[in-house]
């Protein structure tokens, strides 16, 4: 300690001749030399020290726009780094509920990969002073910087930089808002894009799950597989040169699930919706345009496909050969399947064929198209053959596992004295989960939500429903009795008819037979 106390005066002293021999250098030696001393203070320095160091730049070449390599920087480092940071800034992601937490300016933080130790450091400096700036911070530039041993160059370059590059995108696209898109509002403004968007979007926030989705569980579990398959399947899509893509056919009746489906896969997945309406595509080019704008980790959807357009290709001709004159009019939401004159005013059967499994289906990855139909059976088969809807998955009518996922989820019992009531109910009437729910829910907001009263009324419902389902088809039943004895009595006057017109001529013409004997 004395010795040190002996020491500071002389280090003092050392420190301030060398500002002051610092400063007489810049007063009275030209600017070349100046330059000349710096350049070889840096190769000396260099020389000394074994360090290397890259910076990796905000660098906005337009505003809004951040480099990748610094945003997956970003990411990686609030991920994997930012516990061994002393001073962190916290900031509300893009969904304004979830707080992101990553590395302060001026602040370091350390990682090692494959046995390299690298030394992080977060900083900032001030944009030239020609550029006006518009917004807040706009003219500064931020960046990150890497430190690491020169023996490390080749590990760096060619393994840590990619693999930071890899996590800090699996992180951002694990934090990120996951949106909602829609093709309906036309010539939309993205705040994240700062132009024209063919997609506007709101953040996608549906609740449902698989756990939630009431159907046959083992069903659920090959849905569920088959999903995992597919997201791991990369290599394998690249390795049998397909396009990383998978579609689904859901088909059922109203209110079995097919929408709640598709959010449960997008949330089991952590993708992005595209909602594709099809009746407000112009044509084919406009179509092409929306599916090129969407983004990988997305699920494509056109909802009750058999409604929104006639994918027959047979329907305008036929029209055409009856001589249809408002066909013009109800082809405005039909698909053609065969080229017409109007066709570039219009998609068309093999415009939407080739949005599935055209060249630029291929671009980007992992991406689901589901349609979802009430009716199967009116859509032309090469839609929705395997290869293009590779699973056809049915949603069908409530059976008793199902109803027990929905049990769970809205009265949270597992068991119940009436449940062997509700199982023979549900076997002999085909009730929507949909209507099931609706049962499960409270009627009122005063009313607790009891599960006797609930399933009492539940079992009143479904009695009823069989009484009405026995009713109708009674009727049917009467109906195609009575159609049937008509058609027989038809055709027995009918006959009567013909044979009474046989016996008028048989007696005219043995009449003319006689009078011609005569
Ligand atoms: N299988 C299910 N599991 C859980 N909830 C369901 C299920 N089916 C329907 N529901 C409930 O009923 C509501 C309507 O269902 P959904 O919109 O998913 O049916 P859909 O088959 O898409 O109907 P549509 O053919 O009329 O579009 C959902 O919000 C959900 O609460």
Redesign the pocket.
């Known amino acids: 300690m004395a010795a040190m106390v002996e020491w500071l005066p002389w280090f003092g002293s050392a420190v301030a001749s060398a500002i002051f021999l610092w400063s007489m250098v810049q007063n009275h030696v030209p600017d070349t030399l100046r330059l000349y001393l710096a350049t070889l203070a840096a190769k000396i320095t260099a020389y000394i020290n074994p360090y290397l160091e890259i910076t990796i730049s905000e660098n906005r070449a337009e505003r809004f726009q951040r480099s990748e390599l610094f945003i997956a920087v970003e990411a990686y480092l609030s991920d994997a780094c930012a516990r061994g940071a002393r001073r962190l800034k916290a900031e509300l992601g893009k969904d304004s509920k979830n707080i992101q937490v990553s590395v302060d300016d001026h602040e370091g933080v350390t990682d090692d990969f494959s046995g390299a130790k690298l030394w992080w450091y977060a900083s900032k400096q001030q944009s030239k002073a020609n550029v006006i700036s518009f917004y807040p911070g706009e003219d500064e530039r931020r960046f990150y910087r890497v430190v690491f041993h020169k023996r490390h160059h080749d590990l760096v370059i060619d393994s840590y930089l990619p693999f930071i590059l890899g996590e800090g995108r699996n992180v951002t696209v694990k934090n990120r808002q996951r949106c909602l898109f829609t093709n309906n509002a036309n010539n939309s403004w993205s705040p994240y894009r700062a132009k024209k968007s063919v997609w506007s979007h709101i953040p996608f926030e549906h609740p449902?799950t698989f756990d939630?989705?009431?159907?046959d569980p083992k069903q659920k579990e090959a849905i569920i597989d088959d999903l995992m398959a597919f997201q791991k399947s990369k290599e394998y899509y690249a390795k049998v040169g397909k396009a990383w893509k998978r579609g689904y056919l859901?088909y059922?009746?109203?209110?079995?699930?097919?929408?709640?489906?598709?959010?449960a896969m997008a949330n089991f997945l952590d993708y992005d919706v595209y909602d594709l309406e099809l009746t407000a595509i112009k044509n084919n080019t406009e179509l092409r345009k929306l599916f090129i704008e969407t983004t990988g980790k997305s699920i494509i959807v056109i909802?009750?496909i058999d409604c929104s357009l006639d994918l027959t290709g047979k329907r305008r001709k036929e029209k055409k050969a009856a001589g249809d004159k408002d066909s013009d009019d109800n082809d405005k939401a039909k698909l053609p399947m065969e080229p017409e004159k109007d066709d570039e005013t219009k998609v068309t059967l093999s415009g939407l064929l080739n949005f599935i499994d055209g060249l630029w289906s291929a671009c980007g990855g992992e991406r689901i198209i589901i349609f979802?139909t009430?009716h199967k059976e009116k859509l032309d088969p090469a839609l929705i053959r395997r290869g293009r809807m590779d699973k056809h998955i049915e949603?069908s009518y409530?059976r008793f596992e199902?109803f027990k996922?929905?049990a769970k989820?809205y009265l949270d019992i597992v068991g119940h004295g009436l449940f062997s009531e509700i199982q023979k109910l549900l076997e002999e009437t085909n009730m929507?989960?949909?209507?099931v729910?609706?049962n499960l829910m409270p009627m009122s907001k005063k009313k607790k939500r009891d599960p006797d009263v609930c399933l009492a009324g539940l079992i009143e419902v479904l009695k009823q429903a069989k009484e009405d389902a026995a009713a109708a088809k009674a009727k049917e039943e009467e109906e195609a009795k009575e159609a049937e004895a008509k058609n027989a009595k038809d055709k027995k006057e009918g006959e009567a008819k013909k044979d009474e017109g046989k016996d008028k001529i048989m007696e005219e013409a043995n009449g003319d037979l006689k009078q011609g004997d005569e």
């Open positions: 449902a939630t989705l009431a159907m859901l059922g009746p109203p209110g079995t699930g097919k929408s709640t489906m598709i959010a909802e009750d979802t009430n949603m409530c199902s996922v929905l989820n929507s989960p949909a209507d729910a609706e």
